[in-house]
């Protein structure tokens, strides 16, 4: 018997749009960030960062939470836990592939590849839940995945060649796809805040043995300072509760296609904030990919 009772159908259409909602946040959330992140990287080495990243948000979750398990019952919290622990090692292993990845690849290149997951989610999701997506959530899928071609175009025409960045890159899309259909399906088993803790607690533990990769080093800069604690609290700690929570009462495909919006919010932080052009391409890839959410979101 589980932790948490699954959601009902009438509850699950009752905080819809909430859920709905709450990932439309997240995604700002994390396209906001690539500017300061992408400063920040600049003095500090890429797997540090996470390490810090992650085990500061582990701590804020801790603490957010306590008053929480508190009322749980031990076999609840360490189901919840275990099913975290299983959401954080894809997630872990995505962000870790992405960076070995950007090694040898351009950035246009891990963009495109990165978001891969967007269609690999309802794919896979078929497959191992026998759940096959609606007709409305399959246009929203296609025209989001072309409108982040269009975006990515002229870097893909200037740089794409298959090479081992590449292959690793999509390795990343196939762990981030599985990491949002296993914060689904344990979302929806087991207690909120044991999953939410348990994939960010992993992904720290996991980051910290990965510090034999790269040696760490940091210029403790206010840059730094700011992305680590922006990061951790922000796009760490409220940003993947804000999910768990979200995914009991939505599905890993819709959630896919919202996060579409995250390099949306990204190009537009980047043009009003970082000093980046404009181009019609990522123009006409915004506007494909808003399509494809509003084509899902605004169904009856």
């Not at 159908?9 to 709905?20: P, T």
């Not at 954080?88 to 590849?113: E, H, P, R």
């Not at 909120?192 to 990769?213: K, M, R």
């Not at 760490?236 to 929570?245: D, E, I, N, R, V």
Request: include cysteine.
């Amino acid at each position: 018997m589980t932790s948490a009772a699954a959601p009902t159908l009438s509850a699950k259409r009752h905080y819809r749009w909430q859920a709905d909602a709450a990932l439309v946040v997240v995604a700002i959330i994390w396209g906001s960030t690539f500017v300061v992140v992408k400063k920040a990287l600049a003095d500090i080495s890429t797997l540090y960062f996470l390490f810090l990243r992650f085990s500061l948000a582990t701590a804020c979750l801790m603490l957010l939470f306590t008053p929480g398990f508190r009322r749980m019952r031990w076999p609840e919290i360490g189901r919840g836990l275990g099913g975290g622990a299983v959401a954080g090692l894809f997630l872990w292993l995505g962000y870790i592939l992405q960076t070995m990845g950007l090694k040898y690849t351009s950035a246009g290149n891990s963009g495109f590849l990165t978001g891969l997951y967007i269609v690999l989610v309802p794919l896979i999701g078929s497959v191992v839940f026998r759940k096959r997506p609606g007709g409305r959530e399959i246009t929203g899928i296609a025209a989001a995945a072309l409108g982040l071609v269009v975006m990515t175009l002229p870097s893909l025409a200037a740089n794409f060649s298959m090479n081992r960045g590449d292959l690793l890159t999509v390795g990343c899309a196939v762990a981030f796809a599985f990491h949002l259909l296993s914060v689904g399906y344990y979302s929806q088993r087991e207690k909120t805040q044991a999953v939410a803790l348990g994939q960010i607690g992993c992904a720290a533990v996991l980051s910290g043995f990965a510090l034999g990769i790269e040696p760490p080093h940091a210029l403790w800069t206010r840059s730094v300072w700011f992305a680590i604690v922006l990061t951790a609290i922000f796009a760490t700690a409220a940003a993947f509760a804000l999910q768990t929570w979200a995914q009991r009462y939505t599905t890993p495909t819709r959630t896919a296609l919202i996060f579409a919006l995250e390099p949306v919010v990204a190009l537009a932080t980047a043009v009003s904030i970082g000093g980046e052009p404009l181009t019609l391409y990522a123009v006409a890839g915004g506007a494909l990919i808003l399509a494809g959410i509003l084509a899902v979101e605004l169904k009856p």
